[in-house]
């Protein structure tokens, strides 16, 4: 069986850990192929709530294999300590690996994060501060570090040496900061290669043989497609691709193998971080919908920005994705609203637009044209079948698939596993 790609959708936190977690239970392997622990995937199932960071939300299912890919880039403090909690708590990370051509997060990173944020002043770019783009920076630039540097301490020396040099020019020359010591970086990241070692494999092999022997293999992104840094709102976006294309670097396998492509909604829209977002609501409704679905980021703790559906930046997500399905999270939290909005179209300079600008400036200056549609005022968090929700409900959806032109497929009304409604089966 092909893989099958799982794509958020919006500007992130649109729900992936959740469809991942439901899809792993009849997956042999979950593949987490982008980003870095500046995601935050909640996964609520029979055994609790896990908030997972860098681990692959499959983690849970008993029989998947999980990989951390090529394309994430990796704090080992961070993984380690959440392979310990999960650990604790009775979750079995025997079947994590983690590919040795992914990236390391070095402490550089994470210092220059935020002395570059602090250097754009007003301009910031909202950034997790956990030193994701200067770790993807320096693997563009080929001064990263990478894993399976950690198995070979001599090179790895020899590695740190060299890139160490340059950084401590920069933060010395450019910022005034104090040089960071090679022989506590070294030492530190010693006792974290001895102990991921076990772990690190060349997992391209491992993917190609799953795929060979016709088992399901999931590849799990991170972030959003609008924060791709070339589809998405440029600068304000995130540092590797969360796109489907993306999947395929980041896991180290041909765009041929992909036979389905999910992309996650929200039954609304949510952002974290600036940059333009056309459907945002500064007002009660925007802070019902906060409020009443818990909106604030996984890994930061930040309120989202909350707005209504974005029609036109869905079929855009939808076009450069080539979507062959949908999930609906979410659905949920507009059971209160009497009246719901739906953007079909931009207008902005003069003119009706029914594209996504690639300009943030444009895209700044564009007003949404909404659609009203009935809401339900009825709730939803308990039902299993699809021709159980209310019409308005099915309605609204409905005109979603209409909007993003690709079949809903499922459609979530809670947290929690159970909490799905399967309308055309995915796998």
Known sequence: MPAIAIIGAQW???????????????????????????????????????????????????????????????NPAVLIDEVDQLNRR?????????????????????????????????????????GIGPAFADKVARLGIRTGDLLDRELF????????????????????????????????YHHYGERLAPCIRETTVMVEE?????????????????????????????????????SCLGAGLGPGRISRVVGVFKAYCTRVGSGPMPTELEDETGDLLRERAHEYGTTTGRPRRCGWFDGVAARFSARINGFTGVAITRLDILDVLPHLKICIGYRGDGETINYFPPSVTALARCEPVYEELPGWQTPTSDIRRYEQLP??????LARLEELISCPVNLVSVGAGREQTILKKPIL
């Not at 908030?51 to 499959?58: A, K, T, V």
């Open 90 to 130: 009775g979750v079995d990370t025997s079947r994590l690996f983690i590919s040795d051509r992914a990236h390391l997060i070095m402490p550089y990173h994470t210092l220059l994060d935020g002395l570059e944020e602090r250097w754009r002043g007003k301009k910031a770019l909202g950034t997790t501060l956990k």
């Open 210 to 246: 799953a795929l060979n022997r016709e088992e399901l293999v999931l590849l799990e992104g991170a972030q959003g497609a609008l924060l791709d840094p070339d589809f998405g709102t440029y600068p304000y976006t995130t540092s590797s691709s969360p796109l489907a294309g993306g």
């Open 157 to 188: 020396w020899e590695r740190l040496q060299l890139v160490l040099a340059y950084k401590n020019a920069i933060l010395t020359g450019v910022y005034g900061e104090s040089p960071l010591s090679a022989d506590e970086i070294y030492n530190q």
């Open 12 to 74: 992130g936190d649109e729900g992936k850990g959740k469809v991942v977690d439901l899809l792993a239970e009849k997956a042999n392997m979950v593949v987490r192929f982008s980003g870095g622990d500046n995601a935050g995937h909640t996964v609520v199932n029979s055994q609790g709530e896990f908030r997972l960071h860098l681990i692959p939300s499959g983690i849970c299912s008993p029989h998947a294999t999980c990989i951390i890919g090529n394309g994430v880039v990796i």
């Open 391 to 396: 019409f308005e409900a099915r309605q609204y």
